[in-house]
């Protein structure tokens, strides 16, 4: 039966979502009407018996919840993944840069890139923050397979011109920059934004940070870019900016720190940089499994909660193994419970470490905020557009359950954070087409 795209379509399941980040619900027996690519109501499945003109699609057995966003990961870094045994500018010099500047081959940048996409898919990521590599060329070509994935990408070029191999002029950096913002910006009807992506300080120039503060405040883009990582780099960028307070000031001082600002890291934060963040709005990406794979740290997520900063999540590939968001909703609150009992044994007391329901909002509503992205807030709301997700109720469970086992709804989302793989994940959508899975045959009513 071919269906008219602007159809309305009722998918009928319990609906798990965010409601703040210190709650969520779980909506049993409803269902989602997704009408030109948009929520237009959440309600009980009973109160759409007799409308006339649905598709209706029955999901046996599955929970819908809204696409999770990858706050930080790198493209250009797919196939270094799990390279063991380095701290961050090792890491980088060894693996990173050697991996990002293969893809000055054409046709290794798209089937990375084919495959990248692919990956975030079949693993439930409906949007993403993004950096490619040097190569102006492997960029467009990113945008490209982003564009035909379906699914949604703020992206940029990592900006380097600070010498060495791995950098670029700063004339060149600015113009290529200029035109990937040109060419890209808003494509595929408002799924792909362009970012301005600064690597971090130590790989940009001051007039080449400057350039970039200006593209963004000028034309409202994301600025992504790395903080406070790792003791050796933010003494490395203490060393070269002497005449700024701290990391975040330089930031600041280049046009680079505001609302639409998405800080990678931030594991070593100082007191004023904490104000800064908060007073800026920006958000910090954390990258919980990356933090522990280069011994950079553990992030204190609270304290960083606590003083009004924003948090989103990201899988930061190669250095986190996987772009599978769960498992980062895991390990984010793995180190804050980590935390949690080194503070305890230290001092007897220490900050609560994260719920579910916070990792939920991170990967989800914290997440699209922080992205920006046209239309789309994480919460499955009417009037969203409607990107959501499926998922396999009974394989959370050891061997499916017991028959006729069913869990209440906060273990649910516990199982979903600790047990989900991508096999689970049985649907992607974003802007109502469906990416991953297919809708079985059924009747219009
Ligand atoms: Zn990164």
């Given at each position: ?31 989602i ?15 759409f ?5 649905l ?24 196939d ?20 990002e ?17 692919a990956?975030?898919t ?36 990592p ?7 791995y ?54 883009l ?9 003791l ?17 000031a ?10 639409r ?33 280069l011994?950079?740290g ?6 960083a ?21 769960p498992?980062?909703?895991?390990a ?72 006729g ?19 689970m994940i ?20």
């Amino acid at each position: 039966m071919s269906v008219h795209p602007d159809q309305p379509h009722l998918y009928v399941a319990p609906v798990l979502r965010p409601l703040s980040p210190r709650r969520a619900e779980y909506l049993t027996d409803h269902a989602i009407l997704v009408e030109r690519g948009k929520i237009s109501a959440v309600a009980s499945a009973a109160s759409f018996a007799g409308s006339p003109g649905l598709r209706r699609i029955v999901l046996e057995g599955q929970m819908i919840m809204p696409g999770l966003t990858d706050a930080h990961l790198h493209l250009a870094q797919l196939d270094a993944v799990a390279l063991d045994g380095h701290e961050l500018l090792d890491w980088l010099e060894h693996h990173i840069f050697p991996a990002e500047s293969a893809l000055s081959h054409e046709e290794l940048a798209r089937d990375t890139a084919r495959r990248f996409f692919a990956e975030l898919t079949e693993g439930g990521t409906t949007a993403a923050a993004i950096y490619t590599s040097l190569h102006e060329n492997a960029c467009h070509i990113a945008f490209e397979e982003a564009e035909r994935s379906g699914l949604r990408a703020a992206m940029g070029k990592p900006l380097m011109d600070t010498g060495g191999p791995y950098s670029e002029s700063t004339g060149e950096a600015i113009s290529s920059m200029t035109r990937l913002f040109r060419r890209w910006h808003g494509a595929g009807e408002g799924r792909l934004q362009f970012a301005v992506t600064p690597r971090f300080a130590l790989s940009c120039s001051d007039g080449l940070m400057a350039a970039a503060g200006r593209l963004a405040r000028d034309n409202g883009l994301l600025v992504q870019t790395h903080m406070s990582e790792n003791l050796d780099e933010i003494r490395a960028v203490r060393e070269r900016f002497p005449q700024h307070s701290s990391y975040g000031a330089v930031y600041d001082h280049f046009g680079l720190m505001g609302p639409r600002t998405l800080l990678a890291h931030c594991i070593h934060l100082t007191e004023d940089e904490k104000r800064l963040l908060a007073e800026r709005e920006a958000t910090v990406a954390h990258c919980p499994r990356s933090n522990l794979f280069l011994r950079s740290g553990m992030m204190h997520v609270r304290s960083a909660l606590q003083n009004g900063i924003r948090v989103g999540l990201g899988t930061d590939i190669a250095a986190g193994p996987t772009t599978f968001m769960p498992d980062e909703m895991r390990a984010a609150i793995d180190v804050s419970k980590a935390r949690y009992a080194l503070d305890k044994s230290a001092n007897g007391s220490a900050a609560e470490p994260l719920t579910p329901e916070e990792t939920l909002y991170m990967a989800t509503a914290g997440g699209a905020d922080a992205l920006g992205l046209h239309g789309v807030r994480g919460r499955l709301l009417p009037g969203e557009e409607a990107d959501f997700i499926a998922v396999d109720i009974q394989s959370l469970h050891p061997q499916g359950g017991p028959p006729g086992f069913r869990l209440p709804e906060r273990p649910l989302l516990s199982r979903f954070i600790y047990r989900a793989t991508p096999a689970m994940i049985t649907g992607v959508w974003v802007r109502g087409r469906r990416l991953k899975g297919e809708n079985p045959p059924t009747a219009t009513h």
